[in-house]
């Protein structure tokens, strides 16, 4: 097990080291001049050169990538160009609120997701199933940012229930900071749930009309002990993976959720950096994020492993 | 059991329940502020959050006429070569530092000569500071300078702790220190800024809310909605789309005024090879283009009529404004005859270089079926405002949609644009008459002979117009109901002398 983890982290190296010379050169590719974007209406073309200077533009884009890459091995990710904070303290402040946003969001799709996948998959064909999948169907087809708006206009502003937008740290109140963010958790969930549901249903229609289940059915179990311990714990692994995966959409999702609900997260930083052409912070949140992604993939690989003995012995 | 339901319920309810702590102000911006240092900011939310934490040596009054802030009075020498100033002296800085006129020389020398400074070509004109007494200070000029009150009373003229400010040197954005009514207490980026309340602050009672949170909320529906909610209790720049929506609320109230700036398309005259185009060397085409608009139209159609026509650098309600040119009305045969005039009597193509955001873009397409009309056929080309920015920069354009903040004194909004060596002239318009006549409306401090140079200089940029303007933006707060006391500047910002909110 240990060997096959750090086989996977040796791996890790090589593709983080790629991501970062892709996303460097993007950026580069990107027309409009950082210093520019920063200057806004102030044009002075003496702190424009400074600027350059300070932020080493005028260098060899193979120069700048390399002092980058220096500096982030000593864990310097660099100053952000717009408000001058620490780019790792920026991401310091951001991921907690990014996490926190994916978390909630995963358990709204696992808790619709999954239960709604076993029943229509149990009751196939019939109401419940169609229904399931039709609903399913709209959470996979209603953009984000219109579910968030209306769910803001009607939750917040006609019926007062929840605050519109913003963010409330975990440690400084943790009711209000779960209250504000549940309905972008819910709208973040809700395309993550379709997609759970219809795995969930597929995987377990595969199982379920397989040998073991009939035989568990022969001799005379309940149908519910049949279900949950004998299908459903088979379905789980390629669902587990699945989940994993879709961590990653999650983190992409979040940047158009937290737009809309105006929460302080990853995904505003990385928009609003591209757009300022704040290289230092997308750079650094896009290694954070490659790490994270990578992580995420190597847990589900071990749960995958834990969840199926057969694979121990390899 | 149904007790703890109980409890969790009426916890829950607590913690969703709207009305904000009584001494907290909450107020949305439409975006976030960059660095909190006076001398290196550039952003115009971050000007709004300086307003009730760093004093400046002169403020303005709503109709722009100089007020005293930290300078009591200024006077200046009869070749307007020197100008002296009496200071305030019941000042002190947040970190206990005390406000004199020592303070007001290391404020300017830090201007001018820290490297990260974007206030150095504002002050150009200092040469030199004199401490004449603990509160009293001149600064001699290299020659007269009209324009320097209205740079004191923004942000060059903000007054930061030369303490604080040897001890962080360029970082000092991350915990600034002025003197003004509020003092910095945290910020989270993308997220607020919170202010509280100096109690050593000279005129402290006038401010009534213990600490100030600036929220960056950028989408003007979401904004809306958090001030409908009653999350926040004042916003800034709601969209005119929105203003019927806001009006009708009972427990908002909504209060304008017409900006300093303007919005128009500048036209590519002599900026590099692009320069070289028909717009660009033919005045008559630009004419052409201008007579082509119907500006009460776009006003009504895309902005709901909350915003001002226009055809000048500066507003019609402006002091500045030259009454000789009023607006003009649509006259598309004007229009078509100047195109034939012009050699192009089956009409002619524009490409126009517009911000991808929602306003510019449905404004040029209202302009683009407009000017079609006489024959002029635009195509438009949508960019990020970055790469936009660039663009026009570099000369690479025909035409561009852009706009101007505006500035309070009337050479913000023409000198660096309309002359040879404008900063920002982009159009790169050149003309020896308007080059002198905007030099000497800039160095005299006799409103009379500035006016008539403004007025002078119009005559010639009306007839090239190297930027057709259309509109001036109106600044438009809304605030909750139990807001009062708030007054609306034509330069958007948000002062809170005097405001209050009712407990209900």
């Given at each position: 097990?240990?060997?096959?983890?750090?086989?996977r982290?040796?791996?890790?190296i090589?593709?983080?080291?790629?991501?970062?010379?892709?996303?460097?050169?993007?950026?580069?590719?990107?027309?409009?001049?950082?210093?520019?974007?920063?200057?806004g209406?102030?044009?002075?073309?003496?702190?424009?050169?400074?600027?350059?200077?300070k932020?080493?533009?005028?260098?060899?884009?193979p120069?700048?990538?390399?002092?980058?890459?220096g500096?982030?091995?000593?864990g310097?990710l660099?100053?952000?160009?717009?408000?001058?904070?620490?780019?790792?303290?920026?991401?310091?402040?951001?991921?907690?609120?990014?996490?926190?946003?994916?978390?909630?969001?995963?358990i709204?799709a696992?808790?619709?997701?999954?239960?709604?996948?076993?029943?229509?998959?149990?009751?196939?064909?019939?109401?419940t199933?169609y229904?399931a999948?039709?609903?399913?169907?709209?959470?996979?087809?209603?953009?984000?940012?219109?579910?968030?708006?209306?769910?803001?206009?009607?939750?917040?502003?006609?019926?007062?229930?929840?605050?519109?937008?913003?963010?409330?740290?975990?440690?400084?109140?943790?009711?209000?900071?779960?209250?504000?963010?549940?309905?972008?958790?819910?709208?973040?969930?809700?395309?993550?749930?379709?997609?759970l549901?219809?795995?969930?249903?597929?995987?377990?229609?595969?199982?379920?009309?397989?040998?073991?289940?009939?035989?568990?059915?022969?001799?005379?179990?309940?149908?519910?002990?049949?279900?949950?311990?004998?299908?459903f714990?088979n379905?789980?692994?390629?669902?587990?993976?699945?989940?994993a995966?879709?961590?990653?959409?999650?983190?992409?999702?979040?940047v158009?959720?937290?737009?809309?609900?105006?929460?302080?997260?990853?995904?505003?930083?990385?928009?609003?950096a591209?757009?300022?052409?704040?290289?230092?912070?997308?750079?650094?949140?896009v290694l954070?994020?490659?790490?994270?992604?990578?992580?995420?993939?190597?847990?589900?690989d071990?749960?995958?492993?834990?969840?199926?003995?057969?694979l121990?012995?390899? | 059991?149904?007790f703890?339901?109980?409890?969790?319920?009426?916890?829950?309810m607590?913690?969703?329940?709207?009305?904000?702590?009584?001494?907290?102000?909450?107020?949305?911006?439409?975006?976030?502020?960059d660095?909190l240092?006076?001398?290196?900011?550039?952003?115009?939310?971050?000007?709004?959050?300086?307003?009730?934490?760093c004093?400046?040596?002169?403020?303005?009054?709503?109709?722009?006429?100089?007020?005293?802030?930290?300078?009591?009075?200024?006077?200046?020498?009869e070749?307007?070569?020197?100008?002296?100033?009496?200071?305030?002296e019941d000042?002190?800085?947040?970190d206990?530092?005390?406000?004199?006129?020592?303070?007001?020389?290391?404020?300017?020398?830090?201007?001018?000569n820290?490297?990260?400074?974007r206030?150095?070509?504002e002050?150009?004109?200092i040469v030199g500071t004199?401490?004449l007494?603990?509160?009293?200070i001149r600064?001699?000029?290299?020659?007269?300078?009209?324009?320097?009150?209205?740079?004191?009373?923004?942000?060059?003229?903000?007054?930061?702790?030369?303490?604080?400010?040897?001890?962080?040197?360029a970082?000092?954005?991350?915990?600034?220190?002025?003197?003004?009514?509020?003092?910095?207490?945290?910020r989270?980026?993308?997220?607020?800024?919170?202010?509280?309340?100096?109690a050593?602050?000279?005129?402290?009672?006038?401010?009534n809310?213990?600490?100030?949170?600036?929220?960056?909320?950028?989408?003007?529906?979401?904004?809306?909605?958090?001030?409908?909610?009653?999350?926040?209790?004042?916003?800034?720049r709601?969209?005119?789309?929105?203003?019927?929506?806001?009006?009708?609320?009972?427990?908002?109230?909504?209060?304008?005024a017409?900006?300093?700036?303007?919005?128009?398309?500048?036209?590519?005259?002599?900026?590099?090879?692009?320069?070289?185009?028909?717009?660009?060397?033919d005045k008559?085409?630009?004419?052409a283009?201008?007579?082509?608009l119907?500006?009460a139209?776009?006003?009504?159609v895309?902005?709901?009529?909350?915003f001002?026509?226009?055809?000048?650098s500066?507003?019609?309600?402006?002091?500045?404004?030259?009454?000789?040119?009023?607006?003009?009305?649509?006259?598309?045969?004007?229009?078509?005859?100047l195109?034939?005039?012009?050699?192009?009597p089956?009409?002619?193509?524009?490409?126009?270089?517009?911000?991808?955001?929602?306003?510019?873009?449905?404004?040029?397409?209202v302009?683009q079926?407009?000017?079609?009309?006489?024959?002029?056929?635009v195509?438009l080309?949508?960019?990020?405002?970055?790469?936009?920015?660039?663009?026009?920069?570099?000369?690479?354009?025909t035409?561009?949609?852009?706009?101007?903040?505006?500035r309070?004194?009337?050479?913000?909004?023409?000198?660096?644009?309309m002359?040879?060596?404008?900063?920002?002239?982009?159009?790169?318009?050149?003309?020896?008459?308007v080059?002198t006549?905007l030099?000497?409306?800039?160095?005299?401090?006799?409103?009379?002979?500035?006016?008539?140079?403004?007025?002078?200089?119009?005559?010639i940029?009306?007839?090239?117009?190297?930027?057709?303007?259309?509109?001036?933006?109106?600044?438009?707060?809304?605030?909750?109901?139990?807001?009062?006391?708030?007054?609306?500047?034509?330069?958007?910002?948000?002062?809170?002398?005097?405001?209050?909110?009712?407990?209900?």
């Open positions: 097990m240990l060997s096959f983890i750090m086989r982290l040796l791996i890790a090589p593709t983080i080291f790629l991501i970062s010379i892709f996303v460097f050169a993007l950026q580069k590719l990107l027309p409009g001049d950082p210093v520019l974007a920063m200057a209406e102030e044009r002075d073309p003496e702190v424009l050169e400074y600027l350059r200077e932020y080493r533009l005028n260098d060899p884009i120069v700048q990538y390399f002092t980058w890459v500096n982030a091995l000593r310097d660099g100053i952000s160009l717009r408000t001058n904070q620490p780019v790792l303290e920026l991401i310091g402040q951001k991921l907690p609120v990014t996490i926190q946003l994916a978390t909630m969001a995963m709204f696992l808790v619709i997701g999954i239960p709604a996948g076993i029943l229509s998959a149990v009751k196939k064909g019939s109401v199933d229904v999948n039709v609903v399913a169907l709209s959470g996979l087809s209603i953009p984000n940012f219109w579910l968030g708006i209306m769910l803001i206009l009607l939750v917040s502003v006609k019926w007062q229930l929840l605050p519109a937008s913003g963010y409330v740290p975990l440690s400084e109140d943790p009711i209000r900071s779960i209250t504000v963010m549940l309905m972008p958790a819910f709208v973040l969930g809700t395309a993550l749930a379709a997609t549901m219809r795995h969930t249903r597929s995987a377990m229609l595969g199982v379920l009309s397989s040998d073991y289940v009939r035989t568990a059915r022969a001799k005379g179990l309940v149908e519910r002990r049949v279900i949950l311990k004998h299908a714990r379905a789980l692994a390629p669902i587990v993976t699945l989940t995966l879709l961590f990653g959409e999650l983190i992409a999702g979040a158009l959720t937290e737009q809309i609900f105006t929460i302080p997260g990853f995904g505003k930083l990385v928009v609003d591209v757009f300022n052409r704040d290289y230092a912070v997308v750079q650094g949140i954070v994020t490659a790490v994270g992604f990578i992580v995420m993939n190597l847990l589900a071990v749960a995958y492993v834990l969840l199926n003995p057969r121990r012995k390899q | 059991m149904s703890n339901k109980l409890t969790l319920a009426a916890v829950l607590g913690a969703t329940a709207m009305g904000a702590q009584a001494a907290d102000l909450r107020i949305a911006l439409q975006s976030d502020a660095v240092d006076p001398d290196q900011s550039r952003t115009f939310v971050g000007r709004i959050v300086y307003t009730s934490m004093d400046k040596l002169v403020d303005i009054t709503p109709d722009l006429e100089f007020t005293p802030q930290l300078a009591t009075e200024w006077t200046f020498s070749d307007g070569k020197q100008l002296t100033l009496k200071l305030r000042v002190v800085f947040h206990g530092t005390p406000f004199d006129a020592e303070a007001v020389a290391a404020n300017i020398d830090r201007s001018q820290m490297e990260a400074s206030r150095k070509s002050l150009s004109s004199e401490v007494g603990s509160h009293e600064f001699d000029l290299a020659s007269a300078d009209a324009t320097l009150l209205a740079q004191l009373a923004d942000r060059a003229g903000m007054m930061v702790s030369p303490t604080a400010a040897a001890e962080a040197g970082d000092f954005g991350l915990n600034p220190v002025c003197s003004g009514p509020y003092k910095f207490k945290e989270v980026a993308q997220d607020r800024i919170v202010l509280e309340k100096f050593d602050y000279y005129n402290a009672d006038e401010f809310f213990d600490t100030v949170t600036y929220l960056p909320i950028p989408d003007t529906t979401v904004r809306l909605a958090n001030l409908q909610s009653g999350d926040i209790d004042l916003i800034e709601l969209a005119a789309t929105d203003l019927e929506q806001a009006e009708s609320d009972a427990g908002i109230q909504v209060e304008s017409v900006s300093l700036g303007y919005q128009g398309i500048t036209f590519n005259v002599n900026n590099g090879e692009k320069g070289d185009n028909p717009w660009g060397n008559r085409l630009r004419q283009f201008s007579y082509a119907d500006r139209a776009i006003n009504q895309v902005f709901n009529g909350a001002a026509e226009g055809n000048q500066f507003p019609p309600n402006s002091p500045w404004y030259s009454t000789d040119f009023p607006v003009p009305a649509r006259d598309i045969e004007k229009a078509k005859a195109l034939a005039e012009a050699g192009y089956d009409g002619i193509d524009l490409e126009v270089q517009v911000p991808n955001t929602t306003v510019p873009l449905q404004l040029m397409q302009v079926s407009m000017v079609s009309e006489a024959g002029i056929r195509s080309t949508s960019k990020e405002f970055a790469t936009l920015l660039a663009d026009q920069s570099a000369g690479d354009y035409a561009s949609q852009i706009g101007w903040s505006g309070v004194d009337p050479d913000g909004n023409i000198h660096q644009f002359t040879t060596d404008g900063g920002i002239n982009d159009s790169k318009f050149s003309n020896a008459e080059d006549l030099d000497r409306a800039r160095t005299s401090n006799d409103q009379a002979v500035r006016k008539e140079s403004y007025n002078a200089a119009r005559a940029l009306n007839d090239e117009q190297p930027i057709v303007y259309v509109y001036h933006q109106t600044w438009i707060w809304a605030l909750d109901d139990a807001i009062k006391g708030f007054t609306p500047y034509p330069d958007g910002m948000i002062r809170l002398a005097g405001v209050t909110k009712d407990e209900g």
